[in-house]
């Protein structure tokens, strides 16, 4: 039996963007479509084969460390972005204040998937699930210079909300309605983890 199990789950892409100088601003270029490569996007600030390590993994690297890259994109879905944005009370969030890459519909909990979950595109162009991306203070500036006061309710409200970040396996194009076909790992949830809840004898 594969180790990767295609589901009926299919998202269907919504929004592309592209962060050019995140030094400059988080805040992303919306696109039509992108050519992709086993460095993610030209230039996209997220892009490379390699990168710097940074405070996610500081327990396994010093800082700057060169690592492999597998944070080429950040994912997230329609469904959190509309929940997060009711969570601040505000009327909507742009998808390019929050430096995204991609935003798909129709994936139920995307910022839970597995880790190694593909999405995959009609050519065979294929994303792999890195990890939940935790949030953090950057989009706050961004969206308080477009919504006076709302900046600062970003990171609590999008708590268990801010998507994925993903890395390239298959070459290929995304583009604007184009759907992403789920796969995901064909094993279970860790013993020992199970164990240490008093699930597991």
């Keep these: 039996m594969p180790a990767l199990m295609p589901t009926d789950y299919y998202g269907r892409i919504t929004w592309l963007g592209r962060v050019a100088q995140r030094d400059v601003t988080l805040e992303a270029e919306s696109l039509d479509a992108v050519d992709v490569t086993f460095a993610g996007v030209a230039g996209e600030e997220h892009a490379g084969l390699t990168r710097p390590s940074c405070s996610r993994v500081l327990s396994q690297h010093p800082r700057g460390t060169e690592i492999r890259n597998v944070r080429q994109f950040s994912l997230l879905s329609v469904e959190d972005i509309t929940a997060i944005a009711n969570a601040m009370g505000i009327a909507r969030l742009d998808p390019a204040w929050l430096g995204a890459s991609i935003v798909i519909e129709g994936i139920p909990d995307l910022s839970h998937l597995p880790p190694s979950s593909r999405l995959q595109g009609p050519d065979g162009v294929t994303l792999v699930v890195d990890m ?12 308080e210079g477009h919504a ?10 999008a708590l268990g909300r801010r998507g994925i970040t993903a890395w390239v396996e298959r070459e ?11 796969h995901i790992p064909d094993q279970p949830v860790w013993s020992e983890l199970l164990r240490a809840r008093g699930t597991l004898l």
């Design 148 to 157: 006076p006061g709302f900046g600062a309710k970003f990171k609590r409200a």
């Design 172 to 182: 290929g194009r995304l583009a604007l309605g184009q759907m992403l076909r789920l």
């Design 132 to 143: 939940e991306n935790r949030p953090c203070h950057l989009p706050a500036k961004v969206i």
